[in-house]
């Protein structure tokens, strides 16, 4: 007899459909999988088959060869157990065979019969309404975030045998939890960074433009504080973008199902490995991924590893991450803005009035030099950030800048906003006086048009051009 | 390297203003544009600080790039600091330079000056008396030294310590009756000590290109002065004049947001009317413009 389930295994952030097959025959009881299963899915055999005997089901004198289609892909993780049992109890006539085929199952199973939470579920989910089937069964545990798929029914099951009554309708589903509610934590506020004046206007001017901004500054300048406060500037994310910040957490298994994902804020260390940051070769999403639509924090830049800076250029540059492996590749969203911070020199205080620098010239140069040029050219901003003044004046509250770079974006998404004649005057007097390198110049403008949308203003002015000037990377060099 | 061509004394090529050293070298080494050697236009000699700040760096080269595009060839040791802006500003204005070597002239020292290096023997002159592959040693320094005066019909020192390197050219070149100008530095400051010697002791006082020139006895290029700043500029430029400050000081004390600072600020450095010194703050440079200032003449 066959049998037939549907499961999926998740690339990166995509969930690819399994065609679960299983064949018996009579004879010695055993389990046999094919398809290019990883280890954990061997391993599922054992599970499998104690699973279904812990629910109350049997595989007497069976022998059971399990395929999972296509054969091609080499398949990871644990979620496919519920779908292999499915199979076989269709094979084996313990459940119905339609119902087995109307469903997707993405649960790993117990040695009690128990279903347990795997992570990418929520794209799962979506595939499943992709692809019309009946519903999706997941361990309770999973349900909530299921539900953040839209068009798409949601069984939640305890264990195999309320699973497949679940399906066939003998038995009542696991309650489904409250729809999620939206984000509401709050940011932490920009009123609490005192003074820095000209860093906070960077930081609007990066919230305003998707800027990314490299802040230079002595410790305790309050680099991080600025940073940290960047998601609170930025508009909140649409349903769309919530459900892609939703997919890359869902994927890395952090998902909060009781709230939606607000914007995120990633501060990955820097002794973190490649594949922290970009993601692993099992298809999970780094750091880049996960602030996928928020903030990328990168503190002590200048401390991280070469190769790991180097890894970091064509994700900032494509907005995507494309992990490449023998048996295939997966591509993860990586659109974020990204913040980072470093001290003028090794020791910090290269240029703070209030404490002698320690450092040689030279080992300056080299510790500035670790920031490669094409890892500048990442960056639209710059701006040194002096010592706080702890008595300087209470900055101006998040929830005004936030209106200021809403109205911004908005402006930019409309239309760009055109040069006046003065302004490329400007501009191409920077250039001449080699202020700017080539690629400076269209950065420059950029910045330009997003201080000119934050001014309230249809044309960019010189006025523009110059302050975007003050920001250049080219300070650094 | 190849391209390497020795002028030696007595034949044709050497320059003359060397013959007037008590030492004439018996052979310049060359590498790059050797018309550069007799040269009929003002020679200036450009030296200062090794360590001098960025604004020391950017005065030198304001000078010296007026100076190129004047007409007067800058000499100089392609020593790091000083040295190395005064062979950028005469190379950014187009114009050829001319950088004397401690050590042979195929060997590019310091390291970090490696592409200017390059680019003095593409676009100018670099000489040494020292044979081909002769390594940097402490005392050719000095030496060295006696070369730079001797070519120059100027000596501009930008940022001097007591006892520098600095120092001994322009003594050199007091010997030879060469003119020592100097830039005045503010009292107590490392870099200022050797320079305030020299003024004291009566060298020149430069404090701009319009300066300059008159020792040089150029007129002013006839380029565009300076684009006249816009008012909330001029404001950020008059509080400059009061002290150095950063940004958020100005935005503060002028009651300007930090945008239109900024912007006022980079329209100034565009301007080369100020540079940002290395704790972030600006300090402004003298610009008198090209033609809105009565040039300084010489005493004679």
């Known amino acids: 007899m066959l049998g037939r389930a549907l499961t999926f295994w998740l690339a990166g952030v995509e969930a690819r459909p399994i065609e679960v097959e299983a064949a018996t025959r009579q004879g010695a009881t055993s389990v046999t999988i094919v398809g290019l299963p990883d280890r954990a899915v061997q391993e599922a055999r054992l599970r499998v088959r104690q699973g279904i005997y812990s629910s109350g089901f049997t595989l007497r004198e069976t022998t059971v060869t399990v395929n999972l289609a296509p054969a091609r892909e080499k398949k990871e993780g644990t979620g496919f157990d519920l779908a292999i049992a499915f199979a076989v109890l269709a094979a084996t006539r313990q459940m119905p065979r339609a119902a087995a085929a109307r469903v997707a199952a993405i649960a790993e199973l117990g040695l009690d019969g128990r279903l347990k939470p795997v992570p990418g579920v929520l794209a799962m989910a979506e595939a499943t309404a992709r692809l019309g089937l009946h519903g999706i069964v997941v361990a309770p545990e999973n349900a909530g975030e299921a539900m953040l798929a839209p068009g798409v029914r949601v069984i939640a099951a305890r264990t195999l045998d309320h699973a497949v009554g679940a399906i066939v309708g003998d038995q009542e589903p696991a309650p489904l939890p409250e729809p999620a509610e939206p984000h509401s934590e709050p940011y932490p506020d920009m009123a609490d960074v005192r003074g820095q004046l000209r860093a906070r206007r960077a930081v609007e001017i990066a919230a305003a433009g998707n800027h990314n901004l490299l802040m230079c500054g002595p410790p305790g300048s309050g680099k991080s504080m600025l940073a940290r406060r960047l998601p609170g500037l930025l508009p909140p994310p649409s349903p769309a973008e919530i459900l892609e910040i939703a997919r890359v957490r869902s994927a890395a298994g952090l998902i909060d199902d009781e709230r939606l994902p607000g914007r995120p804020f990633r501060s990955p260390h820097h002794s973190a490995s490649v594949a922290a940051l970009v993601g692993t070769a099992r298809l999970r999403p780094g750091e880049v991924s996960l602030a996928h639509r928020g903030v990328l924090f990168l503190d002590e830049l200048a401390e991280f590893q070469r190769p790991v800076l180097e890894a970091l250029r064509l994700p900032l540059e494509d907005g995507e991450v494309v992990i490449a492996r023998a048996a295939g590749s997966a591509r993860l969203p990586a659109r974020s803005l990204v913040v980072a911070a470093m001290n003028p020199c090794p020791c910090g205080y290269h240029g703070d009035p209030g404490r002698p620098c320690r450092c040689e010239s030279r080992r300056r140069e080299a510790y500035q030099g670790r920031i490669s040029g094409p890892l500048l050219d990442r960056f639209d901003l710059l701006v040194e950030v002096p010592r706080a003044d702890a008595h300087g004046a209470p900055g101006e509250p998040s929830a005004p800048i936030a209106e200021r770079v809403a109205r911004a974006r908005q402006l930019l998404a409309e239309r760009p906003p055109p040069l006046t004649a003065e302004a490329e005057m400007l501009l191409g007097q920077a250039v001449e006086r080699s202020m700017l390198s080539a690629r400076g110049r269209a950065r420059a403008l950029r910045v330009a048009r997003s201080i000119a949308a934050l001014d309230g203003e249809a044309e960019v002015t010189a006025t523009h051009v110059a302050e975007a000037l003050s920001f250049r990377t080219e300070l650094l060099r | ?300």
């Open chain 2, 1 to 300: 390297m190849s391209g390497q061509v020795v002028v030696r004394r007595g034949r044709p090529g050497y320059p003359g203003r060397l013959l007037e050293l008590h030492d004439p070298p018996a052979a310049l080494h060359c590498i790059g544009r050797l018309g550069l050697l007799d040269w009929t236009g003002p020679v200036l000699g450009t030296v200062g600080s090794r360590t001098a700040g960025e604004p020391g760096l950017a005065l030198a080269r304001r000078l010296c790039r007026a100076a190129a595009a004047a007409g007067a060839l800058v000499v100089s040791g392609l020593a790091l600091g000083i040295d190395a802006a005064a062979h950028d500003g005469a190379l950014d204005a187009g114009e050829p330079t001319v950088a004397v070597l401690g050590c042979g002239a195929d060997v590019a020292y310091p390291p970090r000056n490696r592409a200017l290096y390059r680019r003095v023997t593409e676009e100018g002159l670099v000489v040494s008396e020292y044979p081909a592959g002769t390594e940097p040693a402490p005392w050719r320094f000095p030496a060295r030294n006696r070369l730079i005066a001797a070519l120059a019909d100027v000596v501009l020192v930008v940022e001097a310590r007591r006892r520098s390197g600095a120092l001994i050219t322009a003594d050199h070149a007091l010997d030879l009756g060469r003119d020592v100008l100097a830039v005045p530095g503010w009292p107590g400051f490392a870099g200022s000590a050797g320079v305030n010697a020299l003024l004291k002791a009566g060298a020149g006082l430069i404090e701009d290109e319009v300066d300059l020139l008159g020792w040089l006895g150029l007129a002013a290029a006839a380029g565009p002065a300076p684009a006249a700043p816009d008012p909330q500029a001029g404001r950020v430029l008059d509080a400059l004049r009061r002290g150095p400050a950063h940004p958020d000081q100005l935005a503060t004390v002028l009651a300007m947001d930090a945008g239109p600072v900024s912007a006022a600020i980079a329209r100034l450095e565009l301007a080369g009317l100020v540079v940002r010194d290395e704790s972030g703050c600006w300090i402004p440079l003298l610009g008198r413009g090209g033609g809105d200032a009565e040039p300084f003449l010489p005493p004679w």
